[in-house]
């Protein structure tokens, strides 16, 4: 995400693009109330589990009708837009 804003930061000409991955005020990316910072928890967690050789790891096409489904029903109540450019 924070390569997707500093480069098009860098599109527009900005002065300091990397400035971009902060956000206008450096708090629009962060997540916001107890079900984002729990999803975003849950995340990282599985993550480190899988990294870490606990939790086995499945490879889904984010085109999948699987990937969608599962995808939405986990981001389910959450903001539909994170960041605007």
């Known amino acids: 995400m924070c390569a997707v804003l500093v480069w098009?930061?860098?599109e527009?000409?900005?002065?300091?693009p990397w400035?971009?991955?902060n956000g206008p005020s450096g708090r629009t990316?962060?997540?916001r109330g107890w079900a984002?910072?729990?999803f975003n928890q849950l995340l990282?967690?599985?993550v480190r589990m899988i990294n870490?050789?606990?939790q086995p790891t499945f490879h889904l096409s984010p085109a999948s009708p699987v990937a969608q489904?599962?995808?939405q029903f986990a981001t389910m109540g959450l903001r539909e837009k994170i960041y605007e450019l």
């Open 12 to 16: 527009r000409g900005e002065d300091r």
């Open 29 to 31: 990316i962060r997540q």
């Open 52 to 54: 870490s050789g606990l």
């Open 8 to 10: 098009h930061a860098l």
């Open 44 to 46: 990282v967690d599985s």
């Open 19 to 21: 400035a971009a991955a």
């Open 36 to 38: 984002e910072i729990a």
């Open 69 to 71: 489904s599962l995808t």
